[in-house]
């Protein structure tokens, strides 16, 4: 797992940045308080979006990419009550319109998803999070069953997609997941809030 980590380009950024790097030994979390609490954050949020929607447990990737982002836009005490987008851009970015994990949502529906030309032109989806690569959001449906994305979405936030639907048996393996992505984007965060907490901690030092 740390070469998986630690690799040259990784080492090559904190070494530009003046960060020291110090690995932890196997079996030991407790030497790692900080990523150990900020996963068990982010494990918390994420049980919390899903049960809160009725939400299946094969969309567990979703639900913890959609609490990296909240915990993004999240004011943190080690940053002087910034959020890490404000600090990380130098200015405070325009915050991003949030909707219920697992809400209603209606999608125009893409071209391609259509059975025919003559086939819906929306869909009723539940709402699994933003886009990571685009402005959008991304989107599931069970007319057909697929995951897709739109920026093209009204929706519902206090009514719940899954609430509406019996999913006690549904075991379909959600399409698309790309693990290795969501545990990048995870341990981006990590090293983001670590950076950026060093980063003001060197402020303060100076002032």
Not at 9 to 34: D, R, W
Request: glycine share 6%; proline share 7%.
């Amino acid at each position: 797992m740390v070469g998986n980590f630690l690799n040259e380009a990784i080492l090559n950024f904190l070494e530009a940045k003046g960060i020291q790097s110090k690995v932890t030994y196997p079996h030991s979390f407790y030497q790692n308080g900080f990523a150990e609490r900020t996963i068990r954050t982010l494990q918390d949020k994420a049980r919390t979006l899903l049960a809160h929607g009725n939400v299946p447990l094969i969309f567990w990737p979703d639900a913890i990419r959609m609490a990296c982002h909240l915990l993004n836009w999240t004011p943190r005490a080690s940053l002087g009550n910034k959020t890490p987008e404000e600090v990380w851009y130098g200015y405070k970015p325009t915050s991003p319109v949030f909707h219920s994990f697992g809400c209603v949502a209606y999608a125009h529906f893409p071209t391609d998803g259509r059975p025919n030309k003559m086939g819906q032109t929306n869909a009723k989806c539940a709402y699994l999070g933003p886009s990571p690569d685009r402005t959008g959001h991304i989107l599931f449906t069970f007319d057909p069953p697929q995951v897709f994305d739109s920026n093209q979405v009204k929706f519902c936030d206090t009514q719940f997609y899954f609430h509406q639907h019996d999913v006690s048996e549904m075991n379909c393996e959600r399409p698309e997941i790309n693990i290795s992505r969501i545990f990048s984007r995870v341990f981006s965060f990590l090293l983001f809030s670590n950076v950026l907490t060093s980063q003001f901690m060197k402020t303060i030092r100076r002032s």
